[in-house]
């Protein structure tokens, strides 16, 4: 077991908690040219930097609102398509559905961008259909107002199908009897739902959202990354592109390593601080 076990251990020290280390380029004024040894300390002034920095507060409100979409629009789709796939009677249309609803996630976010952009974008195919009628012409891929709805269905269409896995594993777990004795009590679909289904999943779902607390401030970095250029900084800028440009591209060592290590402070905090909650409502939380 403890051979299993390794290889994940491994990728955890190797690519998680060594890089932790890193973190004191956050109190210097970082040159690769001089490494960790070299680098002048320069105390908490990275820190005070990054409070008045008002690219990091936009991309901290940028972050922000798009993770809130992603919470409450996002995480629950799964659970909603894994309830609806469990209603289907026909089992071979469950796996034609599962199949079609799947693959997106295995599709890159390079790919998945660009056929938006042939769908959506301003000679894509929804201004063809638009333009007889006419309507438009619409360019929803450069559009800065609806940017923040556009990125969160990009988030549904592409992901959606394989969180479904855990919830539609989830809802086969449930004893069978269970629903037997709700239709004989009179219980119809609706209420089979609302109180055998949904129960039987709530700590799954609970372990999900705690989870995803803990990345709130995390969200899309390589699909934000290939749409700013088309709606601009103001729009599309998050944290995990704030500190790829000001850091690995502009050079700013010292105010990115502060900006990733506020970020992780924070969604250790959100994590352990759900979990707690969790518990006190009476479910088992996380740890």
């Not at 219980?187 to 990345?215: D, E, M, N, Q, Y």
């Not at 759900?274 to 996380?286: C, E, P, S």
């Amino acid at each position: 077991m403890y051979v299993f076990i390794l290889p994940g251990l491994l990728y955890f020290v190797v690519f998680r908690y060594i890089p932790l280390a890193g973190n004191v380029v956050a109190f210097q004024q970082y040159s690769p040219f001089l490494g960790f040894a070299e680098s002048p300390w320069v105390g908490l002034s990275n820190f005070t930097a990054m409070f008045s920095d008002p690219e990091v507060i936009r991309a901290l409100q940028n972050t922000l609102w798009f993770s809130l979409l992603q919470i409450v629009f996002a995480f629950p789709a799964p659970i909603a398509l894994a309830l609806l796939l469990n209603s289907l009677l026909s089992d071979r249309i469950k796996r034609v559905v599962q199949s079609v609803v799947y693959l997106p996630h295995f599709i890159g976010w390079v790919i998945v961008v660009s056929l938006w952009q042939e769908i959506f974008g301003g000679a894509g195919v929804l201004n063809r259909l638009l333009e007889p009628v006419g309507v438009g012409p619409l360019n929803l891929m450069a559009d800065p107002d609806t940017f923040a709805g556009l990125i969160t269905a990009q988030v549904i269409w592409k992901e959606v199908g394989w969180g479904t896995i855990i919830f539609f594993a989830a809802i086969t777990m449930i004893s069978p009897q269970l629903y037997e004795s709700a239709a004989v009590d009179g219980a119809g679909p609706w209420r089979r739902l609302w109180h055998v289904t949904l129960p039987g999943i709530s700590s799954v779902i609970v372990l999900l959202l705690i989870l995803r607390l803990g990345t709130v401030l995390t969200v899309g970095f390589e699909q934000l990354l290939l749409q700013q250029p088309a709606v601009g900084a103001d729009a599309a800028q998050v944290v995990d592109t704030f500190t790829y440009y000001r850091g690995v591209l502009g050079g700013d060592w010292g105010l990115a390593a502060a900006v990733g290590l506020v970020k992780g402070v924070i969604g250790t905090v959100l994590v352990v601080g759900a979990n707690r909650l969790a518990k006190r409502m009476g479910g088992q939380g996380v740890f």
